[in-house]
T-cell receptor
Framework: ETGVTQTPRHLVMGMTNKKSLKCEQH?????MYWYKQSAKKPLELMFV???????ENNSVPSRFSPECPNSSHLFLHLHTLQPEDSALYLC???????????FGEGSWLTVV | GENVEQHPSTLSVQEGDSAVIKCTYS??????FPWYKQELGKGPQLIIDIRSNVGEKKDQRIAVTLNKTAKHFSLHITETQPEDSAVYFCAALDLDQFYFGTGTSLTVIP
C-alpha cells in the first residue's frame, strides 16, 4: 500500500481510442504529478499540479490531457495516441513541490 | 537544468556481498537526493534520502554518501539478499523539480 492508487494497472488501446488513467492519493498531499517511464530513460515529468492548479507542463503533446478536480485526484485523458506512447505512466504526490515525492504502482499503457 | 548520471546500469552480486551504485549531478544548487527502489511490476518506492548539509546517512543495511565538492552521491547496500534484487533510481532536487538517473538493475545471486 503506497498511499497513491492508480487505475487501471494495465491498458491496451488503439490509436483512435479515448481512455483515461486515474490516480488517487490518500496522503493528504497538495501536489500531484504525472511521470512517463520508458525503458533505459530517466523518468520524464509530464505535469505538475499544486492545490489542483497546473504549474508545470513539460512540452507534452496535446493528445495527453490532464485533469485535477481536487488535491486528491488526478486524471490523464488519452486520445489518438501513437505506439511510441506505450510506457509505464506513474502518478505521484508530495506535500508540496520540492518535497519528497511518493509514487503509485503505475499504469502500463500499450498503444496498438 | 540539472543532469543526473547513474552507474552502473546493471549490477550482479553474490548474496551477502555489498553493492554500490553511484550518481553524479551537474548543478551545485541541488540540495536533496532521494533513492528509489522499483520492484518488477511496481512503482518506485523511496528507500533512503540525504540532504546537502549531511555527508552520510544510514538505515540498517542501506547507506547513502554525498560528496558535494565532487557532486556525486552513492547508495551502499551491505549483506545483500535476494529480495534486494530490483531497479534502483537516484534523483536530485533542483529548483523544486526532481531529476532522475536512468536506473541500475541489481541482481542478487543466491
Amino acid at each position: 500500500e503506497t498511499g497513491v492508487t492508480q487505475t487501471p494497472r494495465h491498458l491496451v488501446m488503439g490509436m483512435t481510442n479515448k481512455k483515461s488513467l486515474k490516480c488517487e492519493q490518500h496522503l493528504g498531499h497538495n501536489a500531484m504529478y504525472w511521470y512517463k517511464q520508458s525503458a533505459k530513460k530517466p523518468l520524464e515529468l509530464m505535469f505538475v499540479y499544486n492545490f489542483k492548479e497546473q504549474t508545470e507542463n513539460n512540452s507534452v503533446p496535446s493528445r495527453f490531457s490532464p485533469e485535477c478536480p481536487n488535491s486528491s485526484h488526478l486524471f490523464l485523458h488519452l486520445h489518438t495516441l501513437q505506439p511510441e506512447d506505450s510506457a509505464l505512466y506513474l502518478c505521484a504526490s508530495s506535500q508540496a513541490p520540492g518535497r519528497t515525492i511518493y509514487f503509485g504502482e503505475g499504469s502500463w499503457l500499450t498503444v496498438v | 537544468g540539472e543532469n543526473v548520471e547513474q552507474h552502473p546500469s546493471t549490477l550482479s552480486v553474490q548474496e551477502g556481498d555489498s553493492a554500490v551504485i553511484k550518481c553524479t549531478y551537474s548543478d551545485s544548487a541541488s540540495n536533496y537526493f532521494p533513492w528509489y527502489k522499483q520492484e518488477l511490476g511496481k512503482g518506485p518506492q523511496l528507500i533512503i534520502d540525504i540532504r546537502s548539509n549531511v555527508g552520510e546517512k544510514k538505515d540498517q543495511r542501506i547507506a547513502v554518501t554525498l560528496n558535494k565538492t565532487a557532486k556525486h552521491f552513492s547508495l551502499h547496500i551491505t549483506e545483500t539478499q535476494p529480495e534486494d534484487s530490483a531497479v534502483y533510481f537516484c534523483a536530485a532536487l533542483d529548483l523544486d523539480q526532481f531529476y532522475f538517473g536512468t536506473g541500475t538493475s541489481l541482481t542478487v545471486i543466491p
